[in-house]
Nanobody, 116 residues
């Protein structure tokens, strides 16, 4: 199996920055995409950003030019650098991985709150 453990998150003022990290352990050779989703209260979970093992990235329109996803394939980590945060970015952020053997896997989630 593959386990995903997130760190980062917290409370930040509008315009501020936060960094989320996700580390994968276990059968990490099965991972071909890692990324982040988020879910705000009363809303569906949505893709924020993802990165394939080949380096292709994909971002939600709402975060383009503000968020940057990066990763280290050797260390099996993915980082989400979030800049110019807005109150509407408030949500629980989930690390996500696509694997060849177990399909879609999720981390436990970390709260991000943007408020003055």
């Amino acid at each position: 199996q593959v386990q995903l453990v997130e760190s980062g998150g917290g409370l930040v003022q509008p315009g501020g920055s936060l960094r989320l990290s996700c580390g994968a352990s276990g059968s990490t050779f099965t991972i071909y995409t890692m990324g982040w989703y988020r879910q705000a209260p009363g809303k569906q979970r949505e893709l924020v950003a993802q990165k394939t093992s080949g380096g292709i990235t994909n971002y939600a329109d709402s975060v383009k030019s503000r968020f940057i996803i990066s990763g280290d394939n050797a260390k099996n980590t993915v980082i989400l650098q979030m800049n110019s945060l807005k109150p509407e970015d408030t949500a629980v952020y989930y690390c996500h991985a696509l694997t060849t053997t177990w399909g879609s896997l999720w981390g436990q989630g970390t709260q991000v709150t943007v408020s003055s």
